[in-house]
């Protein structure tokens, strides 16, 4: 086999998309994290599924997690992408737009079929010359064919074997862009081993497959490296938009000299602010999980009406559900 050429690029954006129980936002955490610890620079942005799932293979129904790392520090998790991973033609035609350029498409062939294209919205049978990527680099791995082959002496049965495909395409990208393996084998050993160490197993062998593809086909002309950032010494820590929110949120009441409330109701995805201020009862920090989003801001409201630092939480429909009590806490100037 010939050796491919290994280029050294100073960041990346790769996009990993399908449908919400594809397992994309572990996927895309997993790569995520073992970049950080090679000492590159992170940003990333999930795409989470809904709650109420919309129905599978269509293009409301895609879910996704992108990820942003370079050789210097990252501040933003990118618009357009370098790599697509796409792990249906509904996740190909949701992203298609958020292409760089000659970037890498690789989308699982054995979704490609008669009825995910329809379900997907596609007018033809051919969703590669519809979406105008002859220009681009498209490898079309039978991933969830081979998960089943790399998998078939597990005992592991059907379902649980193709739930092991997002490690295939997770394996693939650790060899396209030189990454070890070795923390999402301590990963996957941790969250399964104990209780359920066949699917910890099958998870791992299913990185090697899509590893060895990678490494055994002549599909990607090109395999890249992204040098470490240079970075200040020091402990570092995973933080997400929702946690840091809360963690100024009790910055702020701590300003301010006054007793942090938040009265919420949990919603995908803003539920997170809610459970970590839970956790800050150290700092003085009072939490109620109303039973639904009216009487959350509610409580909120009569918080604040008592001199505490209020604060209310949620996402898009929530804010419908809030926006009477938001007029009145406006009418009455308290702050909210």
């Not at 997993?30 to 919309?54: K, M, Q, V």
């Not at 299913?206 to 990678?214: M, Q």
């Not at 939480?313 to 702050?335: C, D, F, I, N, R």
Request: glycine letters at 8%; a negative charge.
């Amino acid at each position: 086999m010939e050796k491919t050429n290994v280029r050294e690029l100073q960041d990346v954006v790769i996009r990993f998309s399908g449908d919400s129980g594809d397992g994309m936002q572990l996927t895309g955490t997993l790569f995520s994290d073992t970049s950080a610890l090679l000492g590159n620079g992170i940003s990333t942005f999930p795409d989470y599924p809904a709650e109420i799932r919309a129905p599978q293979g269509t293009v409301a129904g895609v879910s996704g997690f992108q990820v942003h790392f370079g050789s210097h520090r990252e501040l933003n998790p990118g618009d357009y992408c370098d790599v697509l991973v796409a792990m249906n033609p509904a996740a190909l035609k949701a992203n298609r737009k958020w292409l760089k350029q000659g970037a890498t498409v690789i989308i699982d062939g054995d979704s490609i079929t008669e009825e995910h294209l329809k379900k997907a919205g596609f007018a033809t049978l051919d969703p590669i010359a519809e979406l105008g990527l002859d220009e681009y680099n498209v490898v079309i791995p039978d991933i969830t064919s081979m998960t089943r082959e790399a998998l078939k002496q597990t005992g592991l049965d059907n379902k649980a074997v193709v739930k092991c495909k997002n490690m295939f395409a997770l394996g693939i990208c650790f060899y396209l862009f030189d990454r070890p393996e070795a923390y999402a084998y301590k990963y996957l050993e941790t969250k399964f081993a104990r209780k359920n160490p066949v699917v910890a197993e099958a998870n791992k062998l299913a990185i090697d497959a899509g590893y060895n593809y990678a490494a055994n086909t002549h599909q990607f002309a090109n395999t890249y490296t992204v040098s470490p950032a240079p970075l200040e010494k020091g402990t570092y820590r995973t933080v997400n938009g929702n946690v840091a929110t809360a963690w100024g949120l009790c910055a702020a009441a701590e300003k301010a000299g006054l007793p942090l409330f938040c009265g919420s109701y949990p919603i995908t995805p803003a539920t997170v602010i809610l459970e970590e201020l839970a956790k800050r009862k150290d700092l003085g920090v009072k939490t109620v999980q109303a039973e639904d989003e009216i009487a959350g801001i509610c409580t909120a409201i009569g918080a604040a009406f008592a001199g505490n630092f209020a604060v209310t939480t949620t996402s898009g429909p929530g804010l419908s559900l809030k926006s009477e009590a938001l007029g009145l806490a406006v009418m009455t100037e308290l702050p909210l």
